[in-house]
């Protein structure tokens, strides 16, 4: 049996009663009005302590970072040295960690197709794409190169290069694709029973796009369930209800409509997971 509890934007907690694994990091989630003033600010220790209490998080060997934009990574340090967990992640990702005092011997820089064995845990590391570029979020590529200190502006957290992972654990076969975006035939061959795909973009997407991102993604991987990530409006908190991303971001009713309708069209299984809520798989 594998657990799964989501915790919004693309924060996942893995747990098979021994191991637990976290793919991304991020609890505290500030505002708009601060992302888009500059304001500095640090991670919310209070609701990360408890938040790691009510979902017993206290087996944690390691935290695998997707990319660094502060919606994926601003809360791994502190977590990380709570925890005594490894941080996973590019060279952007260690800086991260460095600038939030987590020891050097404690980070690992991953590449692509880099493998990782942790207790029944095969973790393979994949280079993606980001989503397309806007308006808020104009930095792919660019790197964090030196040590990134709290308290930060937010927008101090490049993307730094993007990453999917693929987990095997006792038979089942997991691909966590954060972005809505693909690299042409970079899935030929993987197959995964479960897909946790992001959507953030897709209510935007034209029907190419839309049709290529499918093709690329879930039929290339034959998954049998889809489950969307980065849905959900990070900028709020996770103790208030849960809301969609603001509409002039994203229409998350658009994407849910068109997400499951292809699903429906391809015999695809689909659930929408529910920030702070654990599944089995």
Same mark, same amino acid.
């Given at each position: 049996?594998?657990?799964?509890?989501?915790?919004?934007?693309?924060?996942?907690?893995?747990?098979?009663?021994?191991?637990?694994?976290?793919?991304?990091?991020?609890?505290?989630?500030?505002?708009?009005?601060?992302?888009? +003033?500059?304001?500095?600010v640090?991670t919310?220790?209070?609701?990360?302590?408890?938040?790691?209490?009510?979902?017993?998080?206290?087996?944690?060997?390691?935290?695998?970072?997707?990319?660094?934009?502060?919606?994926?990574?601003?809360?791994?340090?502190?977590v +990380?040295?709570?925890?005594?967990?490894?941080?996973?992640?590019?060279s952007?990702?260690?800086?991260?960690?460095?600038?939030?005092g987590?020891?050097?011997?404690?980070?690992?820089?991953?590449?692509?197709?880099?493998?990782?064995?942790?207790?029944?845990?095969?973790?393979?590391?994949?280079? %993606?794409l980001?989503?397309?570029?806007?308006?808020?979020?104009?930095d792919?590529?660019?790197?964090?190169?030196?040590?990134?200190?709290q308290?930060? %502006?937010?927008?101090?957290?490049?993307?730094?290069?993007?990453?999917?992972?693929?987990?095997?654990?006792?038979?089942?076969?997991?691909?966590i694709?954060?972005s809505?975006?693909?690299?042409?035939?970079?899935?030929?061959?993987?197959?995964?029973?479960?897909?946790?795909?992001?959507?953030a973009?897709?209510?935007?997407?034209?029907? +190419?796009m839309?049709?290529?991102?499918?093709?690329?993604?879930?039929?290339?991987?034959? +998954?049998?369930?889809?489950?969307?990530?980065?849905?959900?409006?990070?900028?709020?908190?996770?103790e208030?209800?849960?809301?969609?991303?603001?509409?002039?971001?994203?229409?998350?009713?658009?994407?849910?409509?068109?997400?499951?309708?292809?699903?429906?069209?391809?015999?695809v299984?689909?659930?929408?997971?529910?920030p702070?809520?654990?599944?089995?798989?």
């Amino acid at each position: 049996m594998l657990k799964v509890t989501f915790f919004g934007t693309t924060t996942l907690l893995f747990d098979d009663g021994k191991d637990q694994i976290l793919f991304d990091a991020h609890f505290t989630r500030p505002s708009l009005v601060k992302y888009v +003033a500059g304001a500095k600010v640090k991670t919310n220790t209070r609701l990360c302590d408890k938040l790691i209490r009510l979902n017993h998080i206290d087996r944690l060997r390691a935290i695998f970072v997707s990319h660094t934009h502060h919606d994926h990574v601003m809360d791994a340090p502190y977590v +990380a040295n709570r925890c005594g967990a490894v941080i996973y992640g590019s060279s952007s990702a260690k800086n991260v960690a460095i600038g939030g005092g987590v020891p050097e011997e404690k980070t690992v820089v991953f590449h692509h197709g880099g493998e990782y064995t942790i207790g029944e845990y095969k973790i393979r590391i994949l280079k %993606s794409l980001h989503s397309k570029p806007t308006k808020l979020n104009d930095d792919l590529g660019v790197p964090i190169d030196r040590p990134l200190v709290q308290p930060a %502006s937010l927008r101090d957290y490049k993307e730094g290069g993007s990453y999917d992972f693929y987990v095997e654990h006792d038979g089942k076969r997991i691909l966590i694709r954060p972005s809505f975006n693909y690299i042409e035939g970079q899935l030929d061959g993987i197959k995964a029973d479960v897909l946790f795909l992001g959507v953030a973009g897709l209510a935007k997407a034209d029907e +190419a796009m839309e049709t290529t991102f499918f093709a690329e993604t879930v039929e290339k991987t034959n +998954a049998g369930l889809v489950i969307p990530v980065h849905w959900d409006n990070f900028f709020a908190p996770l103790e208030q209800p849960i809301e969609g991303m603001p509409k002039v971001i994203e229409k998350t009713d658009v994407v849910f409509h068109k997400l499951a309708g292809y699903c429906e069209a391809h015999d695809v299984d689909c659930l929408i997971q529910y920030p702070c809520t654990s599944i089995e798989i």
